[in-house]
């Protein structure tokens, strides 16, 4: 198992240079200048060009590149051009309310989506079933910025329930942005866990069980159901990801002070090193929820636990 972590933690070193040398050329041809947009625009060009030469923005791409992935290495971020902090301390502080936004997000999908799937499935073509599949659609097609307006019409400018934006108020203000968050991921995990039922309900040990008259909710929940959740779990490894890079939206919408909208605003900036240590982050953490759910998988399959050792 050690040495599965492992492979798995030096199997993420080429990505991530991969990730930061695509997104470092991509920002590289973004138009407008750094140095003009910390100064502003009546600066002298003589004061613009004594500021580049001092940021290194003359220098060729790959001494740039070179440069900055030397600092990441030792565990610098870079410095921001618009505040003149550190990245990291910028990043750091945003972190927490991303991932609170994402776990929230998570368990509120999975909540929903489980029961949805499994129900559905054991009342094929039912009213429920189509009832559940619309509600998945709807899910999957609307878009997370118009859903999170709609949210914030009705249960904050119609009902005053929740807040508009902000994270000043705890609990609450969690509550609207985690739903938008969660519930497009929702519908996607709920069709697959749907899917996934329906095949395994078929299979013949589930006959052999329901011959032995072991209860239906039994067999179910600790036979079906175990074995359905490996696809499903790879599907929710997949989404929680996905929440990272939908917070972007989200936490715009809601005001949310996470990493999403610190790069939002980074790159209206043309802040490269803060976009970069956003990107970077989000990064590692995509590749360490896959290592996650690959673990997982040794819980819930022993056959899976075998190959690891």
């Known amino acids: 198992m050690i040495k599965f972590i492992i492979k798995r933690l030096v199997a993420l070193i080429p990505v991530l240079i991969g990730v930061s040398l695509l997104v470092?050329?991509?920002?590289?041809?973004?138009?407008?200048?750094?140095?003009?947009?910390?100064?502003?625009?009546?600066?002298?060009?003589?004061?613009?060009?004594?500021?580049?030469?001092?940021?290194?923005?003359?220098?060729?791409?790959?001494v740039r590149y070179g440069r900055y992935m030397w600092d990441l290495v030792h565990g610098d971020l870079g410095t921001s051009y618009k505040t003149r902090d550190p990245v990291g301390e910028e990043?750091?502080?945003?972190?927490?309310?991303?991932?609170?936004?994402?776990a929230t997000s998570t368990i509120i999908a999975i909540i929903l989506a489980l029961p949805l799937g499994v129900i559905a499935a054991i009342k094929q073509n039912t009213l429920f079933d189509g009832v559940s599949m619309f509600i998945s659609l709807l899910g999957i097609s609307i878009p997370i910025f118009w859903f999170g307006l709609l949210?914030?019409?009705?249960?904050?400018?119609?009902?005053?329930?929740?807040p508009v934006s902000g994270?000043?108020?705890?609990?609450?203000?969690?509550?609207?942005?985690?739903?938008?968050?969660?519930?497009?991921?929702?519908?996607?995990?709920?069709?697959?866990?749907?899917?996934?039922?329906?095949?395994?309900?078929?299979?013949?040990?589930?006959?052999?069980?329901?011959?032995?008259?072991?209860?239906?909710g039994e067999v179910i929940t600790k036979h079906a159901l175990r074995n359905a959740l490996i696809p499903t779990t790879t599907v929710i490894g997949l989404q929680m990801g996905g929440m990272l890079g939908g917070s972007v939206l989200t936490e715009s919408v809601f005001a949310w002070p996470g990493i999403g909208r610190y790069m939002v605003q980074s790159i209206q900036g043309r802040d490269i090193p803060s976009v970069m240590g956003c990107i970077i982050i989000f990064a590692i953490s995509f590749a360490l929820i896959n290592l996650l759910v690959d673990l997982i998988y040794g819980f819930i399959d022993p056959r899976i636990k075998a190959q690891y050792k």
């Open 24 to 62: 470092f050329f991509i920002l590289d041809l973004a138009p407008g200048d750094p140095a003009k947009t910390i100064l502003g625009e009546q600066a002298r060009p003589e004061d613009i060009a004594a500021l580049r030469e001092e940021m290194g923005l003359d220098d060729p791409f790959f």
């Open 91 to 102: 990043v750091w502080a945003r972190l927490p309310n991303t991932f609170k936004l994402a």
């Open 151 to 162: 949210l914030i019409l009705l249960f904050s400018v119609t009902l005053g329930w929740f």
């Open 167 to 216: 994270a000043d108020q705890g609990l609450k203000s969690l509550v609207l942005p985690s739903l938008a968050l969660g519930f497009q991921h929702m519908a996607a995990i709920a069709r697959t866990t749907r899917s996934s039922m329906l095949e395994q309900i078929r299979q013949d040990y589930i006959r052999t069980v329901r011959a032995k008259g072991l209860p239906e």
